[in-house]
């Protein structure tokens, strides 16, 4: 069984960065693919990025490429989520998942795990 934690969420203005991070337990953590997503009011919760179990692969979202670091750190059983240029309509609960194929996973249903979420609120 994993848990996951996130923190680091919070209120940034537009321009600004935030650092969230996830937090596992579990000595199996670090051969699980990681996700990062994110829901809005009223939206549909969506995938932001992903990183296979080595760090080797990973995945973006078009809408954050090039803004977003998705990262781990597996001897602290860590996962990040580096957010630089925030935008209003990067506001959302940022949840953390997990997926025990070690491989990076685009759709919702391939993850095991999640956390409770964080919100993320960029002003204008």
């Known amino acids: 069984q994993v848990q996951l934690v996130e923190s680091g969420g919070g209120l940034v203005q537009a321009g600004g960065s935030l650092r969230l991070s996830c937090a596992a337990s579990?000595?199996?953590?670090?051969?699980?693919?990681k996700g990062w997503f994110r829901q809005a009011p009223g939206k549909e919760r969506e995938l932001v990025a992903a990183?296979?179990?080595?760090?080797?692969?990973?995945y973006y979202a078009d809408s954050v490429k090039g803004r977003f670091t998705i990262s781990r750190d597996n001897a602290k059983n860590t996962g990040y989520l580096q957010m630089n240029s925030l935008k209003p309509e990067d506001t959302a609960v940022y949840y953390c998942?997990?997926?025990?194929?070690?491989?990076?996973?685009?759709?919702?249903?391939?993850?095991?795990?999640w956390g409770q979420g964080t919100q993320v609120t960029v002003s204008s």
């Open positions: 998942a997990a997926d025990r194929t070690g491989r990076v996973v685009t759709t919702e249903g391939g993850y095991d795990y």
């Open positions: 579990g000595r199996t953590f670090s051969v699980y693919a």
């Open positions: 990183i296979s179990w080595s760090g080797g692969s990973t």
